[in-house]
């Protein structure tokens, strides 16, 4: 099993691009999360998913669109990146609702210029 | 949403001696998670604590669940280097089979040995 993957591990945007970061699982995962990491601010939940076709929004949804149309992949979008979201972004998947323990990706480092 | 409060921010400490984070709440927990995030990685599921009281070892690290469910603490005996890292606690509110799927996560505790 390949676990939690994500690409790109490295990326540089101008204000104004947009761009997908990708996430895939191969451990038949129903839900899967995405967080961003600021220096001091701990792991804050952007968009979860709870299966193929549902979405919802966490802590600090503004600026993403998330889409789950299959059980592995959950890719997350910048509509207009803005300097203010640069930072490391992780995907996770977990078991279920109860056994929630996260498989974290090895995250995708974003620098917004 | 609940609030998981982690102290200390930052550790330093010589290797060998013991280390303690802690992970406070105003409100009874559901659960407490533990993760470890080596400098550069990503964060590793360590544990999860459940009931009132209850205490988890894993060779050097030892995990603790209050009576009260409203703090849980991890405790490294002597530290290695290999211990270096951010050390995370969580809360999973749908453990209890209701409230968010959201985990609440601490801040972290950095924890840097010296050699």
């Known amino acids: 099993n390949a676990g939690v993957t994500q690409t790109p591990k490295f990326q540089v945007l101008k204000t104004g691009q947009s761009m997908t970061l990708q996430c895939a699982q191969d451990?038949?995962?129903?839900?899967m999360s995405w967080y961003r990491q600021d220096p001091g601010m701990g792991l804050r939940l952007i968009h979860y998913s709870v299966g193929a076709g549902i979405t919802d929004q966490g802590e600090v949804p503004n600026g993403y669109n998330v889409s789950r149309s299959t059980t592995e992949d959950f890719p997350l979008r910048l509509l207009s990146a803005a300097p203010s979201q640069t930072s490391v972004y992780f995907c996770?998947?977990?078991?279920?609702?109860?056994?929630?323990?996260?498989?974290f990706g090895p995250g995708t480092r974003l620098t917004v210029t | 949403g609940q609030q998981v409060m982690q102290i200390p921010q930052y550790q330093h400490v010589q290797e060998g001696e013991d280390f303690t984070t802690y992970c406070n709440s105003s409100?009874?927990?559901?659960?407490i998670q533990w993760y470890k995030q080596r400098p550069g990685g990503h964060p590793v599921f360590l544990i999860q604590l459940v009931k009132s009281g209850e205490v988890k070892k894993q060779k050097r690290l030892t995990f603790q669940f209050g009576e009260a469910k409203k703090n849980s603490s991890l405790h490294i005996t002597a530290t290695q280097t290999t211990d270096v890292g951010t050390y995370f606690c969580?809360?999973?509110?749908?453990?209890?089979?209701?409230?968010?799927?959201?985990?609440?996560f601490g801040k972290g505790t950095k924890l840097s040995v010296i050699p």
């Open positions: 409100t009874t927990l559901s659960n």
């Open positions: 451990m038949n995962h129903e839900y």
């Open positions: 969580a809360e999973n509110p749908a453990y209890s089979g209701a409230g968010s799927y959201q985990l609440t």
């Open positions: 996770a998947s977990s078991y279920s609702r109860v056994r929630n323990e996260q498989y």
